[in-house]
């Protein structure tokens, strides 16, 4: 058992060690995208409580991202903030965001929920629309930018406090509450789990989640308009944590690479015709579902097996 | 369990009894149309136009149900076949076929691909996966598909013909077309059509047993799996209806992209009548075609952005109400 | 302990060593460059456009833009260099746009960003390619600011004439030649619509209050049979459509079957022939309805040595593209005017010189613009083409009428 922890906390250091060395090995452009690998971590983290842990089914986190987006660029493009200041504010504007949508959602279930946070994903970039006069409508906000190698930072460095405070949640007694709440309501609200309150607590964390990562998806791309928080982006958000594997780590580093770097590599890549691309990025998504159904955390953990048993004991 | 755990989650005496309300709804909403469409005739065309798109959006909502019922899964795909489809009528119709023989040989190219889909797609990820599982390859199978479309057949819009003669009738100072006529009777006619094949043939029986009950159904020797890919059939087809009903109006045109507005509506139809019901689907289609109408005409503070949220709060209000849907039992399911 | 110590420590090592590889390896491939693009015999150019979603029906513009390319390269090229122009699909996604975009500046090294599409897309990479002095050339949008904000933004210029330039022509005609008219607008509810509602309202000077009923639609609504219905009510008895085309067919169709038969304005973008069949088999009357045009007119002159030109790039070049699509002709005149500005630019051609270029055309006439019409910059016009001319649907196609409204700004 210590043999395990210790070989685990080996990995993660080492891992963490590549993830802080590799933008000097890589391009400009490599690094912000390696940013927006990032992003997609930070919010398919926040999916994963919420779905992962509670068995809440969202497919609107793109909505929650829009929120921490437009908290971002609206205060640093209209108040003078500086954008790194502007995270905790986005953090909370999240918070509140899934707190809205979690109450009602408490009604609701299965599909059902599903398709309602469906609508807010499709609901809130309308919303951002129509109120140019803060969100510059269609036409955006530009923000300032910034080097390849700030961003990566800046991407890395929320997705390791990400990373320590999910770990922190999830290991103490809210995680417990999360976790009894997915494996059966009735038991968990029969030893005490106050169901309103967990479900909707999970929500709310999962959204500032992806708040977070919605600033710093417009601080990547130094421009928000209603158009970069579409109905896609929520869906490739889960595309990301299904792939990836819920609740698993490395499962999501897997699937935020996933849907970040196979669209966008396939995309600008000179041999295929453009109209391919949707095609073969579609179906890599169901010949992934078919032989991995419970995502690439599987893979790795069938490797891990296999690594450990090798290995000749002490 | 659900009806269970849902009570609990709810301040006691907050549980409406909702079987009076959903006939007083829709007899209240009936009157309410009635009498603004006799006052004036801007309300009337408002409301036929509306009801003219509902159709189309119920009638892929149908579709949404079929496979719901069968899976208990949403199809995200469900508006890119019926898209792929139509292309392929149209495709007869570039080669020569006249529109009948041409809507017939589609239909039951779409029954064979639907099934063709679950085989190849569904079946091996429903055999190891949870329904995230399968709603993540129907969202796979919508990228691709629709990619598809415009691989094979090219970005510009097409034009397809109508079924129906393209008169226009004026009653009053109301306009209305066949098309729009034939669009709702089509949607209607399907889901009267589906309501007989499932209660009066072995088939639909069996289909039904194999959602509902799949161990109890393999037991008295009932192809589960089978059953499953005729769904898909079955829905595909209807999908491919919907799909020729949709380009074939003004308001829809014949491109890739075609049913994603559709499809959307036709979803927030499917959750209004209740994910289940076939006959709810065609009632919350309706529903939401005349609702957009009225609601962009008449109520100033809706600008044209606002129209989709707006028209979404007015969906979660009536599911707060009734969680399942208009339509919707308080069927156990499995779980 | 002491095993597991060394272990993490091997690995540690491990990845530091393989980080400091792929860093050397990056550090030594990155040395040595000159004007980036430019090769003896080559020039590298790219651009994003919408080649899937919603948008894709501009789809086509790019491949258009190529095939012009292509027919330049099999004639020798520009002063010796072959035109290799790579273009990727934004999906009219400024989230994409902005890291193809950086895509294209650092990996493919492009000379010049050409061409992009959507005026969203183009704000939000403008910043990013003047801060680095990359040009953003003839960009396919018609909005005022890539003339008007030269100063800010000195790398960006635009192609075709700006909206508001186009409807304040309509304008213009309504309150001279349309007498009594009550006009009723259908808009896009964004700055495209409102661009053109402002032209209109210019255009129509102290006969504001002609106008009788504004209704907007939203980008996303396909649907605008419940606007058409609106007007029709208002009384109005002029139709001035400022939609994009899918809208359009739908605005002209459903105004038929209403019975309501307006003397209808329909805006350049949207009123490409092949848009105007389409719409006239989905049952609209769209006899005498007018538009403004600046391209070309090759289906009223198909034996010309223009059209002859035009058609047989597209057939060699650019297979099953429909020269009825009057999108198709504005991607060979945008690259045209791409080719003539390289040219212009000289054997050794800088950044700078190509906006240079661009931007000191006295009356150079395009081929495939429509005749008469000239493209003229100087340092404080940025406006490229400011010419255009009304036309009306007769039969089965557009017929130009009146003289060329010079100067429309």
């Excluded at chain 2, 899964?73 to 119709?93: E, M």
């Amino acid at each position: 058992m210590t043999r395990f922890v210790a070989a685990r906390a080996t990995v993660i250091a080492a891992a963490a060690l590549i993830v802080a060395l590799l933008p000097f090995a890589l391009s400009d452009y490599n690094r912000s995208q390696g940013a927006d690998v990032a992003v997609f971590y930070v919010v398919i983290l926040g999916l994963n409580i919420v779905t992962g842990y509670t068995g809440q089914i969202s497919i609107g986190h793109g909505a929650f991202m829009a929120i921490g987006g437009y908290a971002t660029a609206i205060l640093t493009h209209d108040h003078g903030w500086n954008d790194l200041a502007t995270l905790p504010i986005s953090a909370l504007a999240g918070f509140g965001a899934g707190i809205v949508v979690g109450l009602p959602a408490l009604r609701f279930r299965g599909t059902y929920l599903a398709l309602a946070t469906f609508a807010v994903a499709l609901a809130v970039p309308q919303i951002a629309k129509n109120y140019s006069g803060f969100t510059g409508g269609t036409e955006g906000l530009a923000l300032p930018i910034h080097s390849g190698l700030w961003l990566y930072g800046l991407g890395w460095a929320a997705a390791a406090i990400a990373t320590v405070a999910a770990w922190l949640l999830l290991r103490a007694r809210t995680g417990r509450a999360f976790r009894a709440v997915r494996d059966s309501e009735v038991a968990a609200a029969s030893s005490g789990v106050s169901l309103p309150v967990y479900k909707t607590l999970a929500f709310g964390i999962s959204a500032a989640f992806a708040a977070v990562a919605g600033s710093i998806y417009v601080l990547v791309n130094n421009f928000v308009n209603p158009d970069v928080f579409g109905l896609t982006l929520s869906l490739y958000v889960l595309i990301g944590a299904v792939v990836g594997g819920l609740g698993s780590l490395w499962g999501t580093i897997a699937g935020a690479a996933f849907v970040q770097l196979l669209p966008i590599g396939l995309t600008s890549s000179h041999a295929l015709s453009s109209q391919s691309v949707p095609v073969i990025f579609g179906a890599v998504v169901i010949v992934v579902m078919a032989l991995v159904p419970r995502g690439a955390a599987d893979l790795l953990r069938v490797g891990a097996a296999l690594a450990v048993r090798r290995s000749p004991t002490p | 369990m659900t009806a269970l755990s849902l009570t609990r989650t709810l301040p006691s005496g907050f549980r409406l009894r909702t079987s009076w309300l959903v006939p007083l709804l829709l007899a209240g909403g009936c009157i309410f149309l009635i009498v603004g469409g006799l006052s004036s005739s801007l309300f009337a065309q408002q409301t036929v136009s509306g009801l003219a798109n509902g159709g189309i959006y119920a009638s892929l909502a149908v579709a949404l149900v079929l496979i719901y019922r069968a899976t208990e899964v949403i199809n995200f795909a469900q508006g890119a076949l019926a898209t792929f489809t139509t292309y392929i009528a149209w495709q007869l119709g570039d080669w020569g076929l006249s529109y009948w023989p041409a809507f017939v040989a589609t239909l039951g190219l779409a029954f064979v691909g639907g099934m063709l889909v679950e085989l190849v797609v569904i079946r091996p990820v429903e055999r190891r996966g949870s329904v995230l599982t399968i709603v993540i390859a129907s969202i796979g199978l919508l990228i691709a598909v629709e990619g598809s479309v415009g691989w094979i057949w090219g970005s510009q819009v097409k034009f397809m013909p109508s079924a129906f003669p393209a008169h226009v009738y004026r009653v009053g100072g109301v306009a209305f077309s066949l098309q729009d006529l034939g669009t709702i009777f089509v949607s209607i006619a399907a889901v009267i059509v589906l309501a007989l094949f499932f209660r009066f043939t072995k088939l639909g029986l069996a289909m039904r047993a194999s959602a509902v009950r799949p161990e109890a159904a393999r037991l008295v020797g009932v192809r589960v799996s089978w059953m499953l890919s005729l769904g898909w059939g079955l829905a595909a087809t209807l999908g491919a209806v919907s799909g020729m009903m949709a380009a074939a109006s003004p308001s829809v045109l014949l491109q890739p992209s075609m049913m994603d507005g559709v499809l959307i509506y036709a979803f927030a139809a499917a959750v209004l009548g209740g994910l289940e019901s076939p006959a709810g689907a065609v009632v919350g289609g309706l529903a939401i075609g005349v609702l957009l109408n009225l609601l962009g005409t008449y109520v100033g503070w809706v600008t044209p952005a606002l129209l989709l949220p707006v028209a979404f709060v007015v969906m979660l209000v009536v599911l707060l109400v009734k969680p399942s849907g208009l339509f919707g039992g308080t069927r156990v399911r499995r779980v | 302990m002491t095993r597991r110590l060394k272990v993490s420590v091997a690995v540690s090592v491990l990845a530091v060593a393989a980080v400091a590889a792929v860093v050397g390896v990056a550090v030594a491939a990155a040395a040595g460059s000159a004007t980036p693009g430019l090769t003896k015999t080559s020039i590298k150019i790219g651009g994003t456009f919408p080649l899937t979603g919603p948008a894709q029906l501009y789809g086509v513009i790019p491949k258009a833009e190529n095939a012009y390319f292509q027919y330049v390269n099999d004639h020798g090229g520009v002063n010796g260099r072959k035109i290799k122009f790579v273009y990727y699909d934004d999906g009219y996604n400024p989230a994409q746009t902005v890291p193809l975009t950086k895509k294209l500046v650092q990996q493919d090294k492009v000379f010049a960003v050409y061409g992009s599409l959507g005026t969203a897309p183009i704000l939000a990479t403008r910043d990013y390619l003047n801060k680095l002095k990359v040009p953003q050339v003839l960009v396919a949008t018609g909005d005022s600011y890539w003339a008007t904000q030269f100063k800010k933004y000195p790398w960006t210029t635009g192609f075709q004439p700006d909206y508001p330039g186009e409807s304040k022509v309509y304008g213009q005609f309504i309150r001279n030649k349309v007498p009594q008219a009550k006009i009723g607008v259908l808009m896009q509810d964004d700055a495209y619509g409102q661009n053109y509602y402002n032209g209109l309202l210019a255009g129509l000077g102290d006969a504001k209050a002609k106008v009788v009923d504004v209704e907007k639609y939203d980008a996303t609504q396909t649907d605008v049979s419940q606007q058409v219905v609106k007007l029709k009510a208002s009384g109005a008895n002029v139709f001035a459509l400022f939609a994009t085309p899918t809208q359009t067919i739908t605005a002209l169709a459903v105004a038929t079957k209403i019975g309501w038969k307006p003397v209808t304005f329909i805006n350049n973008v949207s009123a490409s022939p092949l848009f105007m069949a389409l719409a006239q088999k989905s049952g609209a009357n769209v006899q005498n309805d007018i538009t403004a045009t600046y391209v070309y007119d090759t289906i009223n002159n198909p034996d010309t040595a223009t059209t002859k030109l035009y058609e047989s790039i597209l057939a060699k070049y650019d297979k099953g593209a429909d020269p009825n699509d009057s999108l198709n002709i504005y991607g060979v005149a945008s690259a045209w005017t791409f080719v003539n500005a390289l040219k212009q630019a000289g054997p050794n051609p800088t950044r700078q010189g190509l906006i240079d270029a661009l931007m000191s055309m006295k009356k150079v006439v395009n081929p495939f613009l429509y005749p008469g019409v000239k493209m003229s910059t100087s340092k404080t016009d940025h406006f490229l083409i400011e010419q255009q001319i009304l036309e009306q649907y007769k039969g089965q196609a557009w017929k130009p009428f009146g003289h060329l409204f010079g100067n429309a700004r």
